[in-house]
């Protein structure tokens, strides 16, 4: 059972920046593709960026330029860097790990709010 375990989340003022964390557990970590989604409260849960193994990365087009994902393999770690952040980017954030659809694993979540 792979564990994910999300941080570096809170409340900030438009315009702010926040780097989320994920640190993945008792695994092999190079040999997932990972990403980050969101939810909004009322809203389905949406990808934000994912990164695969071999390092290619795409992005929501709504958030292409503002958000930055990144991996480092040594860690086991994937980044989430967002930029001048609006209120629309509230939501909970959850790191996501997967490998087939026997190995598809989720983290707890972590509240980015954005509010003046």
């Known amino acids: 059972q792979v564990q994910l375990v999300e941080s570096g989340g809170g409340l900030v003022q438009p315009g702010a920046s926040l780097r989320l964390s994920c640190v993945a557990l008792?695994?092999?970590?190079?040999?997932?593709?990972m990403g980050w989604y969101r939810q909004a409260p009322g809203k389905q849960r949406e990808l934000v960026a994912s990164?695969?193994?071999?390092?290619?990365?795409n992005y929501a087009d709504s958030l292409k330029g503002r958000f930055t994902i990144s991996r480092d393999n040594d860690k086991k770690t994937v980044y989430l860097r967002m930029n001048n952040l609006k209120p629309e980017d509230t939501a909970v954030y959850y790191c996501?790990?997967?490998?087939?659809?026997?190995?598809?694993?989720w983290g707890q979540g972590t509240q980015v709010t954005v509010s003046s």
């Open positions: 996501n790990a997967h490998l087939n659809d026997n190995y598809d694993f």
């Open positions: 008792r695994t092999v970590f190079a040999v997932y593709d």
């Open positions: 990164i695969d193994r071999h390092r290619n990365t």
